[in-house]
């Protein structure tokens, strides 16, 4: 298979592509540009693979680096400081093998997921119709009733919770290795062959993919992955990365679907801020959410809904406002957080953006004519501990 590659965040030039190689619709941000009979390709906000027309794959690689790439991922997609002896050997062997991010994640599926089989897949409780001789669970007396008078052999019927293998999260990863099997190499696909064999005999699929996302998503916020199965934490957190990547997710479908792997750096950028932050402020009493406590309009009739991308209470009171921006701030990210602020009631806010050229957190403070204060903190995203230092401090920093 041909292997083309790009970069993020600049223009690559494709030599011996042409644009009918590339699908009809491309997500926002990805963009061909000409130049006399020379194609390139100008990709801001996504990493990983794009399966072409003509059989080849165009990489798009992070422009922080593969490492500080996964290590973004862990942390927004799961609880790094939990995760950290694994992405340790997550990371050195992305960049051992030199293998490509939709690879590397696809890679790392498969071991977790055999892992869940050789350690016991988890199970729940479902209610069954049971018929016997004898009462069993909860009775059903009118159908008994009915069985009864019809001479039916064994005519108690009785509901029964009984165990079963069929639940999201055995469902997710079924999906999600399946979709990770694309992307191994031919003697990774022999080697995991009866890993995929295993979970399409064992699991079913899902009639509502967002619905069992969504209850994963929450049974994640509550902790409820640790313990004695807590080998299954890393594989669903490794599942939400292949089929958010996939166009599955508990929001609704993307765009992008099929074998290509793009990553929305944007959306795990944002996540990587709050997670770092949820992290740090835990257990100093603060929450921080996504939006606010409760829901908040820009005018009274409740139209256009105002959520801030990290929104910290202490006490049910504000006490710092963010939005996330992988990007250089424009005038619109400007007055955007001018309404938050307004509409918020608070006297400063932050837009934290990332510094691509630097190891160190550089600011840009503005004042309004009414004293609210907006700082541009931009963080180096090519030292993610500097990074997280930065955004621990935050409250003590700019707190109200």
């Known amino acids: 298979m041909t292997i083309h590659y790009a970069n993020e965040g600049s223009l690559t030039w494709l030599d011996g592509l042409a644009p009918s190689s590339f699908p009809p619709k491309l997500p926002s941000g990805v963009q061909l540009v000409f130049s006399g009979d020379r194609l390139g390709l100008r990709c801001d906000g996504f990493v990983g693979a794009?399966?072409?027309?003509?059989?080849?794959?165009?990489?798009?690689?992070?422009?922080?680096?593969?490492?500080?790439?996964?290590?973004?991922?862990?942390?927004?997609?799961?609880?790094?400081?939990?995760?950290?002896?694994?992405?340790?050997?997550?990371?050195?062997?992305?960049?051992?093998?030199?293998?490509?991010?939709?690879?590397?994640?696809?890679?790392?599926?498969?071991?977790?997921?055999?892992?869940?089989?050789?350690?016991?897949?988890?199970?729940?409780?479902?209610?069954?119709?049971v018929r016997s001789s004898v009462a069993m669970g909860h009775l059903l007396p009118v159908d008994t009733i009915a069985n009864i008078k019809a001479g039916k052999a064994d005519p108690v019927v009785s509901k029964v919770r009984q165990r079963t293998f069929d639940i999201p999260e055995n469902r997710l990863i079924c999906k999600a290795v399946n979709i990770a099997h694309k992307y191994l190499t031919s003697d990774e696909k022999v080697q995991f062959s009866g890993v995929v064999n295993s979970y399409n005999r064992r699991f079913s699929g899902s009639k509502d993919w967002h619905a069992d996302l969504q209850l994963v998503e929450?049974?994640?916020?509550?902790?409820?992955?640790?313990?004695?199965?807590?080998?299954?934490?890393?594989?669903?957190?490794?599942?939400?990365i292949v089929l958010g990547a996939s166009g599955i997710n508990s929001f609704g479908s993307d765009d992008v679907l099929g074998k290509s792997l793009l990553i929305n750096t944007a959306d795990v950028y944002e996540k990587y801020l709050r997670n770092v932050m949820r992290e740090a402020y835990a257990r100093k009493g603060y929450l921080v959410t996504?939006?606010?406590?409760?829901?908040?309009?820009?005018?009274?009739?409740?139209?256009?809904?105002?959520?801030?991308?990290?929104?910290?209470?202490?006490?049910?009171?504000?006490?710092?406002?963010?939005?996330?921006?992988?990007?250089?701030?424009?005038?619109?990210?400007?007055?955007?957080?001018?309404a938050y602020m307004r509409r918020f009631g608070v006297a400063s806010g932050i837009l934290l953006c990332p510094?691509?050229?630097?190891?160190?957190?550089?600011?840009?403070?503005?004042?309004?004519?009414?004293?609210?204060v907006l700082r541009e903190i931009h963080l180096p995203l090519t030292n993610l501990r500097v990074t997280e230092a930065a955004l621990a401090s935050l409250v003590h920093d700019y707190g109200c």
Do not use: W
């Not at 960049?95 to 590397?104: C, F, L, P, Y």
């Not at 510094?355 to 609210?372: A, I």
């Open 290 to 338: 996504k939006g606010g406590i409760s829901d908040v309009s820009l005018y009274t009739s409740g139209s256009y809904s105002l959520e801030p991308d990290i929104t910290v209470y202490k006490d049910e009171q504000i006490v710092l406002l963010c939005d996330a921006k992988y990007k250089e701030p424009t005038s619109s990210d400007h007055y955007q957080m001018h």
């Open 50 to 129: 794009l399966a072409l027309s003509d059989g080849s794959t165009l990489r798009i690689k992070p422009k922080i680096g593969e490492v500080n790439f996964f290590r973004l991922l862990f942390k927004a997609e799961g609880q790094l400081s939990e995760l950290r002896r694994e992405f340790e050997g997550f990371a050195s062997y992305a960049v051992s093998e030199t293998r490509s991010i939709d690879e590397v994640v696809a890679v790392s599926l498969m071991h977790s997921a055999s892992e869940v089989l050789r350690r016991g897949a988890m199970f729940g409780r479902s209610a069954q119709r």
């Open 218 to 240: 929450e049974n994640f916020s509550k902790g409820r992955y640790g313990g004695a199965r807590g080998y299954y934490q890393k594989t669903l957190m490794l599942t939400f």
């Open 355 to 372: 510094n691509f050229h630097e190891d160190s957190v550089t600011e840009r403070v503005f004042v309004t004519p009414e004293k609210q």
